[in-house]
């Protein structure tokens, strides 16, 4: 019987093997990909997706999870992702084990850290205390590096900032973000995010060079992880062009600003209200740099966009009016241009 079962076992896995050698894993180009993934999309949601290049899809970030998920460490080249097959089995730098395992959490650290979330959103004091038992239960049942345990710091540090406790809401910014480096990556978006709060919380309170820092290492991140057309990461660029404003540096602010503004354009369309937020804040820029008439142009196009998504009786587009007003008086009166 065993001489049997063991003669299957070898015509069985004869069988099999010359089966995986007819597996193929050729999926097609980015192109094929892309019309298969806009069927799905229109069969089941009967939205229409654009062309593939118009979103500025990175397969680099795509390329990094599989990566991280497999085990599968890749030779540093310069791949050409437009190409039918742009990976040779030579480009393999090396294999890793990775381990399969359940996700354990806490369900009472987890209703508590809710809790905590439910009352900040709400702007009740409660919140505060609620997230710091939150991330003592997480740090009890899970360990410091974890990320749910960053995520409770991180509340912690939102509701001490909007407390004015800004000393102790650094400090946990902080621990916060050395969580998400250890757990999920230097550039991984909820680490860039972090980045991106706490240079937030350190430019209103004057600390310019470290948020120039956090910005920088936010936007790098968000490219990595979300590509450079991702309005995230067009968001932290206008940041980082308000930070270079502020630290002197008014002329390579609205640099970043106007290449922001041409990548918007190309992924969302000239009418978009984000294409529209860029030219507010390219507006600003000119004023602090005392271009009013520059200033006046682009506050012009961002009302123009405004009203044409909104309506004339928008916010935006009375906001804007009422800033080409003051610019016009000014100028009319021949005082300085600021803001």
């Known amino acids: 019987h065993t001489a049997r079962r063991r003669a299957r076992g070898h015509s069985g896995g004869g069988r099999v093997r010359k089966h995986n050698a007819r597996v193929s894993l050729n999926f097609g180009s980015r192109d094929q990909c892309w019309n298969r993934v806009r069927q799905h999309v229109w069969k089941h949601f009967s939205f229409r997706l654009g062309d593939l290049s118009a979103y500025g899809l990175s397969p680099l970030a ?22 039918d097959a742009p990976l040779v089995p030579s480009d393999i730098a ?20 809710h809790a905590a979330q439910t009352a900040a959103a709400q702007g009740e004091p409660v919140a505060a205390p609620l997230a710091h038992e939150a991330s003592l239960a997480f740090q009890t049942t899970l ?9 409770a710091l991180e509340l912690l540090a ?18 916060a973000i050395i ?3 250890r757990t999920l990556g230097m550039d991984h978006p909820q680490t860039a995010f972090a980045y991106t709060r706490l240079a937030t919380l350190s430019r209103q309170h004057q600390r310019l060079e470290e948020a120039r820092a956090l910005l920088s290492h936010a936007v790098r991140a968000l490219s990595l992880s979300l590509g450079v057309r991702h309005p995230e990461r067009m968001s932290a660029l206008v940041q980082l062009a308000l930070l270079h404003v502020d630290l002197g ?3 390579d602010g609205l640099r970043i600003v106007h290449g922001a503004v041409e990548q918007c354009t190309a992924v969302f369309g000239r009418d ?12 600003s820029l000119s004023m602090r740099m005392g271009l009013g008439k520059l200033a006046a142009k682009h506050i012009q196009t961002a009302k123009s966009i405004y009203n044409t998504c909104f309506g004339p009786e928008h916010a935006k587009v009375t906001e804007c009016t009422r800033f080409l007003d003051a610019l016009d008086r000014a100028q009319t009166a021949g005082k300085p241009q600021s803001q």
Request: net charge positive; charged share 20%.
């Open 143 to 151: 360990g410091l590096l974890h990320k749910d345990t960053g995520a």
């Open 249 to 251: 540096d008014a002329q």
């Open 272 to 283: 978009s209200p984000r294409t529209g937020s860029l030219y507010e804040a390219m507006g």
């Open 179 to 181: 969580v998400y480096e």
């Open 62 to 83: 795509l390329l990094r999870a599989v990566c991280c998920k497999t085990g599968v460490q890749l030779a540093a080249r310069a791949y050409d992702f437009r190409t």
């Open 158 to 175: 939102q509701t001490l900032a909007r407390a004015g406790e800004v000393t102790a809401a650094i400090q946990h910014y902080r621990r």
């Open 94 to 113: 090396g294999l890793l084990p990775r381990v399969k395992v359940p996700e354990f959490t806490s369900h009472v650290a987890r209703s508590i850290l």
